[in-house]
């Protein structure tokens, strides 16, 4: 597995600022291809492959030692952590936070919460409905997201705002009604935040002033159906108004 491209977020001076080595990007994980099976005991298993790497197998976690002395420490949950032999060190966590550490001890997180897992970083979006007494702001999320606001997603976030302002010109809203919806879309659910939250779905939350009132969800796989899509966003301007 290679490392993320992270150019979209100008952060390779701080892959580089670790100075980790040429082809580096090649070692942060490992495979069994061509491995011999060299000791099996209850809980332990070693290995040998033709490159020099030996593995040693444990019920929790795998440990790769390669030709060159990196070590590679990969845990069930997704965790993984590589060490060199010059002291340098890099641990990434199931989320795909990396946690870069230089010889001399300095340290930099790098975290995917507000990316898309290859690194980009995603934009906020924010639109207000007012009509009458009503003034409805509609904001897209990007730290409880992992892509843009594209695709389904876009189409989605105009739907909303096209049946608010339906129901806002057919209600009859008393002054100061003011509402405030925001929305974050879970497309991979890999990395970040929707990593943590490990759902593929569209999320709306809608907030009265600074209380939190209702939240509504879809499944990706829905949101991707325009039928579907668009009853969801018809459901979510009935509860605006409900509430």
Do not use: W
């Not at 129901?167 to 929305?183: I, N, Q, T």
């Not at 970040?192 to 939250?197: E, F, Q």
Request: aromatic letters at 8%; one cysteine or more.
């Amino acid at each position: 597995m290679k490392f993320i491209n992270f150019s979209a977020i100008s952060v390779i001076a701080v892959i580089l600022s670790c100075r980790m080595p040429a082809g580096a990007q090649t070692v942060t994980n490992f495979d069994y291809f061509g491995a011999e099976l060299l000791k099996k005991e209850p809980g332990y298993e070693e290995y040998a492959k033709p490159d020099g790497t030996k593995i040693f197998k444990y019920p929790e976690h795998e440990k790769a030692v390669l030709k060159d002395g990196t070590v590679i420490i990969r845990h069930r949950n997704g965790k993984r952590e590589i060490s060199v032999p010059d002291g340098r060190s890099l641990i990434i966590d199931f989320d795909g936070t990396r946690h870069y550490r230089r010889a001399d001890g300095i340290e930099r997180t790098i975290s995917l919460d507000g990316k898309t897992p290859y690194g980009d970083d995603i934009a906020p979006v924010e639109t207000v409905i007012a009509h009458g007494g009503a003034r409805i702001t509609v904001a897209f999320d990007p730290m409880k997201s992992d892509d843009h606001l594209d695709g389904a997603g876009k189409k989605f976030f105009d739907e909303l705002a096209a049946s608010l302002r339906a129901k806002a010109a057919l209600a009859k809203s008393p002054g100061g009604f003011e509402c405030r919806l925001v929305v974050s879309q879970c497309r991979f659910a890999k990395t970040g935040h929707c990593r943590r939250k490990n759902v593929q779905e569209l999320s709306v939350v809608i907030f009265r002033g600074s209380r939190k009132g209702a939240v509504l969800m879809l499944p990706y796989s829905a949101m991707i159906k325009d039928e579907e899509r668009r009853d969801f966003a018809a459901r979510v301007a009935e509860r605006v108004f409900a509430e």
